[in-house]
Nanobody, 120 residues
Framework: QVQLQESGGGLVQPGGSHRLSCAAS????????MGWYRQAPGKQRVLVAS???????DYSESVKGRFTISRDNARNTVTLQMNSLKREDTAVYYC??????????????WGQGTQVTVSS
């Protein structure tokens, strides 16, 4: 079983910066994809950014140029650096990790979600 622990949610002023972190633990053999999704009130959960083992990244159009995703493979952590935050970035942010367990089974896990509110 793989667990994810998110940290970093909070209240941020428009134009400000904030960082989210997520640490994966448990019976992990390897991790392929790490990413962040978000869900605003009344809307579906959508991809914000993802990063695969080789370091290739993918971003939603709405955050390109403002957010940066990175990972530490040795520590099984993923970080989302958010700059130039806008009110429309307000949402619950969820960490997502997919890979292989030590029992050679594929897994994908979600964090519990962390609230980011952009408001003055």
């Amino acid at each position: 079983q793989v667990q994810l622990q998110e940290s970093g949610g909070g209240l941020v002023q428009p134009g400000g910066s904030h960082r989210l972190s997520c640490a994966a633990s448990g019976n992990i053999y390897s991790i392929n994809t790490m990413g962040w999704y978000r869900q605003a009130p009344g809307k579906q959960r959508v991809l914000v950014a993802s990063i695969i083992t080789g370091g290739s990244t993918d971003y939603s159009e709405s955050v390109k140029g403002r957010f940066t995703i990175s990972r530490d493979n040795a520590r099984n952590t993923v970080t989302l650096q958010m700059n130039s935050l806008k009110r429309e970035d307000t949402a619950v942010y969820y960490c997502y990790v997919a890979g292989m367990t030590t029992r050679w089974r594929g897994f994908d896990s979600w964090g519990q979600g962390t609230q980011v509110t952009v408001s003055s």
